[in-house]
Nanobody, 123 residues
Framework: QVQLVESGGELVQAGASLRLSCTAS????????VGWFRQAPGKARDFVGA????????YYADAVKGRFTISRDNAKNAVYLQMNSLKPEDTAKYYC????????????????WGQGTQVTVSS
């Protein structure tokens, strides 16, 4: 079992940066690929990006490519989502998931989820 906790979300203005954290307890997070997803009110949970357990390699949705960066710190049992040049359309609740099934963009391939952290970007 892995328990995930997201943190770092807040209200910011357009153009600002935020770093979200996904920290784990229980099993080590280094055993899993970790994906970030986001969900706006009334919408589906969408893929943002993922980092593999080996490599690691990173993958991003087109909407965030070049602005968001995912990294992991196995010593801290954590994965980070650095978000730069934030836009109002980035407003959503952000979730991290842990799993070991490809493709990384499919939320059904993640076994464990956190409760999410809210990011609000004002214009």
């Amino acid at each position: 079992q892995v328990q995930l906790v997201e943190s770092g979300g807040e209200l910011v203005q357009a153009g600002a940066s935020l770093r979200l954290s996904c920290t784990a307890s229980g099993r080590t997070l280094s055993m899993y690929n970790v994906g970030w997803f986001r969900q706006a009110p009334g919408k589906a949970r969408d893929f943002v990006g993922a980092i593999t357990r080996r490599g690691p390699d990173t993958y991003y949705a087109d909407a965030v490519k070049g602005r968001f960066t995912i990294s992991r710190d196995n010593a801290k049992n954590a994965v980070y989502l650095q978000m730069n040049s934030l836009k109002p359309e980035d407003t959503a609740k952000y979730y991290c998931g842990a799993g070991n099934v490809f493709p990384y963009s499919d939320l059904e391939n993640y076994e464990y989820w956190g409760q999410g952290t809210q990011v609000t970007v004002s214009s």
